[in-house]
């Protein structure tokens, strides 16, 4: 193991031992080398002759460009487009969004978190996560309704075993009582756990109630109370857009600083948060479960973090997170994000309104959404992938097909007005297949 990979595990045991055994066998043995980053930001202070250290060209005070890019790209200084961004991210960037973190989370108030790193969008954080805490047989709990990547990133690349249970309730609300028994299942059988909290949910649309919050919580302290190490991830892609009877914040806030066996991850980022989908700007924030600040532990999670994202990209693009700079920092971009929500919200309402109509009884009922891009149909009659063929092929209606019985609709991508032609085309089809 290098020596450094050892001094940061070193600080994660002497400060919280239940961390280092979260890690994987990989995430143990990372760190950040003391290499020629370092040696570049040792230079930038000190080489006021010359620095001949870092791998970009120069000419006169700043990086060399092609005008005809600069050009499409002219109201923003050359450095803050061409030159490499820190491999944790812009600085100002990870301030940014901690304070808007702060802003739209009470739980986090008085709570200890690190500073986002800053990572290829939200899929680069899930990876992430499973290079640093994922080794084969490992445990993975989330529900049956889950957004299809996962398996690929935990599974496939990873070896980790998923556990699910059934999402919803016959009440059709959150089965947290089955959460909880998978959960302890196991913290029997394996002695960790990696969690996984996606809300707004991907493809299900719903968010828990404050209730429910609270309760997946409460059963995430007393499963490791009685001695399971859990790594509880929130991934908030959809955050922010809570439509009705729903938590308004993420679950994260209140899992931080929790109990010394949890440590909270939460994963977010601009891309559906701000509507720049292309721009590929997320972050990974780390809270230890110490009740005091653990800054040692966190310090050392960031940098095994910086170690992989150095190992595999780099660094993240540096024209995207300057946008992102220059849209936190817009006296416009509150009632901007406000008007889309309600765009958004609209939406929502409309597709609930059209499948109340009892219009649809006969072909399907749906899954309780509240929140995010997406609801799903569960289908009576006719097979979900027969069907989203047929809707392709006569129709010209695309949606998307999750086992037997369930049919994806995105609504965030459906006009309001559009709506009830949008479920009066799929019941047809599934009239034609019945």
Same mark, same amino acid.
């Given at each position: 193991?290098n020596?450094?990979a050892?001094?940061?595990?070193n600080? /994660?045991?002497q400060?919280?031992?239940?961390?280092?055994?979260?890690l994987?066998?990989l995430g143990?043995?990372l760190?950040f080398?003391?290499?020629?980053?370092?040696?570049?930001?040792?230079?930038?202070?000190k080489?006021? +002759?010359?620095?001949?250290?870092i791998?970009?060209? !120069?000419?006169?005070?700043?990086?060399?460009?092609?005008?005809?890019?600069?050009?499409?790209?002219?109201?923003?200084?050359?450095?803050?487009?061409f030159?490499?961004?820190?491999p944790?991210g812009?600085?100002?960037?990870?301030?940014l969004w901690?304070?808007k973190?702060l802003?739209?989370?009470?739980?986090?108030?008085g709570?200890?978190?690190?500073?986002?790193v800053?990572?290829?969008?939200?899929t680069?954080g899930?990876?992430?996560v499973?290079?640093?805490f994922?080794?084969?047989g490992?445990h993975?709990?989330?529900?049956?309704?889950?957004?299809?990547?996962y398996?690929l990133?935990?599974?496939?690349?990873?070896?980790g @075993?998923?556990?699910?249970?059934?999402?919803?309730?016959?009440? +059709?609300?959150y089965?947290?009582?089955?959460?909880?028994?998978?959960l302890?299942?196991?913290a029997?059988?394996?002695?960790?756990?990696?969690v996984?909290?996606?809300?707004?949910?991907n493809p299900?649309?719903?968010t828990?109630?404050?209730e429910?919050?609270?309760?997946?919580?409460?059963a995430?302290?007393e499963?490791?109370?009685?001695?399971c190490?859990?790594?509880?991830?929130t991934?908030?892609?959809?955050?922010?857009?809570f439509?009705?009877?729903?938590?308004?914040?993420?679950?994260y806030?209140k899992?931080?600083?929790?109990?010394p066996?949890?440590?909270?991850?939460?994963?977010?980022?601009a891309?559906k948060?701000?509507?720049?989908?292309?721009?590929?700007?997320?972050? @990974? !924030?780390?809270?230890?479960?110490?009740d005091y600040?653990?800054?040692?532990v966190?310090?050392?999670?960031?940098?095994k973090?910086m170690g992989?994202?150095?190992?595999?990209i780099?660094?993240?693009?540096h024209?995207?997170? !300057?946008f992102?700079?220059?849209a936190l920092?817009?006296?416009?971009f509150?009632?901007?994000k406000?008007?889309?929500?309600?765009?958004?919200k609209?939406r929502?309402?409309?597709?609930?309104?059209?499948l109340?109509s009892?219009?649809?009884?006969?072909?399907?009922?749906?899954?309780?959404?509240?929140?995010?891009?997406?609801?799903c149909l569960?289908?009576k009659?006719v097979?979900?992938?027969?069907?989203?063929v047929?809707?392709?092929?006569?129709?010209?209606?695309?949606?998307?097909?999750?086992g037997? !019985?369930?049919? +994806?609709?995105a609504f965030?991508? /459906?006009?309001e007005?559009?709506?009830?032609?949008?479920f009066d085309t799929i019941y047809?089809?599934?009239?034609?297949?019945?």
């Amino acid at each position: 193991m290098n020596p450094l990979a050892q001094e940061l595990n070193n600080q /994660i045991s002497q400060h919280n031992a239940h961390v280092l055994d979260m890690l994987s066998d990989l995430g143990k043995n990372l760190f950040f080398p003391k290499g020629i980053l370092t040696q570049s930001a040792e230079a930038k202070e000190k080489a006021h +002759r010359f620095n001949a250290t870092i791998g970009i060209a !120069t000419e006169g005070n700043g990086p060399m460009f092609l005008q005809c890019i600069q050009d499409k790209l002219s109201e923003f200084d050359p450095k803050d487009i061409f030159p490499y961004a820190p491999p944790a991210g812009k600085p100002e960037l990870r301030s940014l969004w901690r304070e808007k973190m702060l802003r739209e989370n009470p739980s986090l108030q008085g709570k200890y978190f690190g500073n986002p790193v800053v990572t290829n969008a939200l899929t680069h954080g899930l990876s992430i996560v499973a290079d640093m805490f994922v080794d084969k047989g490992d445990h993975l709990v989330m529900p049956d309704m889950l957004w299809g990547n996962y398996n690929l990133t935990f599974v496939t690349r990873c070896g980790g @075993i998923v556990k699910k249970f059934p999402t919803f309730t016959v009440d +059709r609300g959150y089965n947290v009582p089955a959460f909880k028994a998978e959960l302890q299942n196991t913290a029997e059988e394996k002695g960790k756990a990696i969690v996984l909290l996606n809300f707004p949910n991907n493809p299900s649309g719903y968010t828990p109630t404050v209730e429910e919050g609270d309760a997946i919580v409460a059963a995430i302290k007393e499963v490791a109370e009685n001695g399971c190490n859990i790594v509880v991830v929130t991934d908030d892609a959809y955050f922010g857009l809570f439509y009705e009877d729903s938590m308004q914040e993420s679950l994260y806030g209140k899992l931080a600083n929790m109990h010394p066996r949890v440590l909270a991850v939460k994963l977010d980022g601009a891309t559906k948060e701000e509507y720049v989908w292309g721009f590929r700007t997320g972050f @990974i !924030t780390f809270a230890d479960g110490s009740d005091y600040v653990n800054e040692p532990v966190v310090t050392a999670l960031e940098k095994k973090t910086m170690g992989i994202i150095r190992a595999t990209i780099s660094n993240c693009p540096h024209p995207s997170q !300057t946008f992102v700079v220059e849209a936190l920092k817009s006296p416009d971009f509150i009632a901007q994000k406000e008007e889309k929500f309600h765009v958004m919200k609209g939406r929502a309402l409309k597709v609930k309104e059209v499948l109340d109509s009892g219009k649809y009884t006969e072909g399907w009922d749906y899954y309780p959404f509240n929140s995010g891009y997406f609801m799903c149909l569960k289908l009576k009659n006719v097979d979900a992938e027969q069907l989203r063929v047929h809707l392709l092929d006569k129709y010209g209606v695309g949606a998307i097909s999750i086992g037997k !019985t369930d049919l +994806r609709i995105a609504f965030s991508c /459906i006009a309001e007005e559009d709506i009830q032609e949008l479920f009066d085309t799929i019941y047809a089809g599934v009239t034609d297949l019945a």
